[in-house]
């Protein structure tokens, strides 16, 4: 396929999961990270959403439960282009009845070239990094020209 670019702007859509064992985690790094997450738009999966909100203060658009459904709901977003950023702090040594869905995020995140953090170190990285507050060009899938050869 065929290559592009988008254009991810200074302020990010950023979504934020976490597998229970690891919500306390994540919990902990939105605190520490809570001034510079204000500046941009939060999306989250159901409990990992209401939790950072309560917690923090921060403004966190909630989607459904993971199991139920939030974990494809935030995938559908990365594809159409609405999440520039994925905060999932997963439990690699505790299987979850949705783990489809789980590789299906992750599997969307690599196809749509977003940076993932998986843990607490990588998300470190990621919003000590220059670009995460600055406008950044990443390479894409061009899907609408895919699209247009398939058509024709």
């Known amino acids: 396929m065929e290559s ?3 254009k991810i702007a200074a302020s990010k859509n950023i979504a934020l999961v976490a597998h229970d064992h690891c919500k306390p985690s994540l919990l ?3 605190k520490k990270n809570n001034e510079k997450l204000q500046l941009h738009k939060l999306f989250a999966t159901g409990t990992t959403g209401s939790l950072v909100n309560h917690h923090t203060g921060l403004h966190v658009t909630g989607m459904l439960s993971g199991p139920m459904g939030g974990d494809q ?3 559908a977003m990365i594809a159409e282009q609405r999440i520039d950023l994925l905060i999932f702090f997963w439990d690699p040594l505790n299987a979850v009845p949705h783990d489809p ?3 299906a995020l992750l599997r969307l995140a690599t196809v749509w070239n977003i940076p993932v953090a998986t843990n607490a170190a ?3 990285f990621l919003i000590t990094s220059p670009y995460f507050d600055e406008t ?3 390479v894409i899938p061009d899907y609408q020209s ?3 050869k398939r058509t024709r």
């Open 136 to 138: 950044i060009d990443v």
């Open 122 to 124: 990588t998300a470190d």
């Open 73 to 75: 709901q935030i995938g």
């Open 28 to 30: 902990a790094w939105a």
């Open 4 to 6: 592009t670019t988008r």
């Open 146 to 148: 895919y699209l247009d």
């Open 101 to 103: 869905d789980v590789k």
